[in-house]
């Protein structure tokens, strides 16, 4: 399967709190971008880093991209409770003259006011 | 508008029925894309229509029939399916210019139960 793994699987942080979800991933890749659902519903793009980036910043969302070791993190700073929700990362690729997302397996980030 | 909208939101059918699942963008986007996903699980990508042709199909059984009418719309159309097709059906749709990658807008999704 070429399906990305996250970690940790669930992670529960009080208010205020950072939180950080780690994905690694098998193949190469164009970009990597982390998605957030509420439960049992539809995904919301977050952030995209290119292949050739490193680091890139949105609002409290920092993340990183290590393409040597197939690696990325997704830290959220001063968490909120409106936070809680699961988080993916997706991994996109060519297929053909294609593009499409590989998303891995998720992280359900609790955050306790 | 960075709407991507989905009907019905809810469908229980059963396995001798035929329905179909709709899915309609108004962005300009011209890559258009169903997932299924089940619980606590990531999306599984089922379908790509680029530019209103189907460009990929990740080996999904037959009883599952995408359509593309126009550039704005999207249909899975459903027949004879099993108890364990039952999932949460997303389309998304994202921009597709040659060598470039953008991010994908999500629809709400279609909560499907066979019974």
């Not at chain 1, 970009?31 to 949105?58: A, D, F, P, T």
């Not at chain 1, 988080?87 to 593009?99: K, L, S």
Request: net charge positive; hydrophobic share 30%.
């Amino acid at each position: 399967s070429q399906q990305g793994e996250e970690d940790p699987q669930a992670l529960s942080i009080q208010e205020g709190e950072n939180a950080t979800m780690n994905c690694s991933y098998k193949t190469s890749i164009n970009n990597l971008q982390w998605y957030r659902q509420n439960s049992g519903r539809g995904l919301v793009h977050l952030i995209l880093i290119r292949s050739n980036e490193r680091e890139k910043h949105s609002g409290r969302l920092r993340v990183t991209l290590d393409t040597s070791k197939k690696s990325s993190s997704l830290l959220i700073t001063a968490s909120r409770a409106a936070d809680t929700a699961s988080y993916f990362c997706a991994t996109d690729v060519f297929q053909g003259n294609t593009d499409k997302l590989i998303f891995g397996t998720g992280t359900r980030l609790q955050v306790f006011p | 508008d960075t709407e991507v909208t989905q009907t019905p939101k809810h469908l229980v059918m059963g396995m001798t029925n035929k329905k179909s699942l709709k899915c309609e963008q108004h962005m300009g986007h011209r890559a258009m894309y169903w997932y299924k996903q089940k619980a606590k699980k990531p999306p599984e990508l089922m379908f790509v229509y680029s530019y209103e042709k189907l460009s990929i199909n990740e080996s999904v059984p037959s009883r599952f029939s995408p359509e593309c009418p126009n550039s704005s719309l999207l249909n899975l159309h459903l027949h004879a399916l099993q108890p364990e097709d039952s999932a949460l059906y997303l389309c998304a749709s994202s921009q597709d210019l040659a060598g470039l990658s953008y991010e994908q807008y999500f629809g709400p999704g279609t909560r499907l139960t066979v019974t």
